[in-house]
């Protein structure tokens, strides 16, 4: 079955970086995963697809401060130099045969 | 610019129809797919269902299959999503967003539209 496994919280001082993690199910570990950024009372924005080499391609816009990477089966987004408007929700998505999509749980990440 | 905007926030009863709209703009309507978000209060996102407006090829998540119906209007560059009869346990947050392939993710997200159902 094919699940995303994110934690439910992180923190980071403002002007850090900070890696963010997002697991694929047993079996998964080859698949592609999208991150996206929802920051609070807004609508999600699209920040990268993650490929399972760590090779990324950004959505327009987002600053280089994102990055991407991958290791075996997790995927990991890391933002540099934190802001206070980075404090947001973050998903990743990933999908199988173009209609099985599924979200992972998000992560809350507060910048202190 | 590429927008994708929603429409406005609704207020319900139990049992009564609802149809949302998501246009689109900046770009080729009816070359890439739209895809619709479930959002409930306090919680993650959820994959609904998409559609091709070139073509009106439609797919749904089994969670949500007969329980919405999907479709678009390509001469005004529209998405919709309806309900035929609305629950309590509809009320939640609902974005649609554009993606080039089923293969893809959505690279550019609606402002959501707030469906709030209650007696």
């Known amino acids: 079955q094919l699940v995303l496994t994110q934690s439910p919280s992180a923190s980071a001082s403002l002007g850090a970086s900070v890696k963010l993690t997002c697991t694929l199910s047993s079996g998964h570990s080859n698949y592609a995963i999208a991150w996206h950024q929802q920051q609070p009372e807004k609508g999600p924005r699209y920040l990268m697809k993650l490929n399972s080499d760590g090779s990324h391609s950004k959505g327009d816009g987002i600053p280089d401060r994102f990055s991407g990477s991958s290791s075996g089966a997790e995927r990991y987004l890391t933002i540099s130099s934190l802001q206070s408007e980075d404090e947001a929700d973050y998903y990743c998505?990933?999908?199988?045969?173009?209609?099985?999509?599924?979200f992972g749980g998000g992560t809350k990440l507060t910048v202190l | 610019e590429v927008q994708l905007v929603q429409s406005g926030a609704e207020v319900k009863k139990p049992g009564e129809s609802l149809k949302i709209s998501c246009k689109g703009s900046g770009y080729s309507f009816t070359n890439y797919w739209i895809v619709w978000v479930r959002q409930m209060p306090g919680k993650g996102l959820e994959w609904m269902g998409i559609i091709y407006p070139g073509d009106s090829d439609i797919r749904y998540s089994p969670s949500f299959q007969g329980q919405v119906t999907i479709s678009a209007d390509k001469s005004i560059s529209t998405a919709y999503l309806q309900w035929s009869s609305l629950k309590a346990s509809d009320t939640a947050r609902f974005y649609c967003?554009?993606?080039?392939?089923?293969?893809?993710?959505?690279?550019?997200w609606g402002q959501g539209t707030l469906v709030t159902v209650s007696s």
């Open positions: 967003a554009r993606q080039d392939s089923l293969n893809t993710p959505p690279d550019y």
């Open positions: 998505q990933t999908w199988d045969t173009g209609i099985h999509v599924v």
